[in-house]
Nanobody, 122 residues
């Protein structure tokens, strides 16, 4: 069973930094993209940042210049470096893997992690 294992959430003061990591646990053939989404209480889940297999990145306007998404070159994983954090960044952050093709099943699938809480508060 493929899983996305997230880590790195926690509490930080405004202006601080956190680094989220998401590792694909399991053997895959390929994937098209990985991304981080977030959902604050009472809000819909929204895209924060994404990166394709070719390295193209996309960011929500609210995080441009503060967050950086990057692939982990040593494994099937993605990191989200979050700097200059604001209280409005408080949310549960979810990792997503899209267009995942397994060795024994080539149909494209989408997977979600269980989420990690980021709290920005003084």
């Amino acid at each position: 069973q493929l899983q996305l294992v997230e880590s790195g959430g926690g509490m930080v003061q405004p202006g601080g930094s956190l680094r989220l990591s998401c590792v694909v646990s399991g053997i895959i053939f390929s994937l098209d993209a990985m991304a981080w989404y977030r959902q604050a209480p009472g809000n819909q889940r929204e895209l924060v940042a994404s990166i394709t297999s070719s390295g193209s990145t996309n960011y929500a306007d609210s995080v441009k210049g503060r967050f950086t998404i990057a692939r982990d070159k040593g494994r099937v994983a993605v990191n989200l470096q979050m700097n200059s954090l604001k209280p409005e960044d408080t949310a549960v952050y979810y990792c997503n893997a899209d267009g995942v093709r397994l060795v024994h099943d080539y149909s494209a699938k989408n997977y979600w992690g269980i989420g990690t809480l980021v709290t920005v508060s003084s």
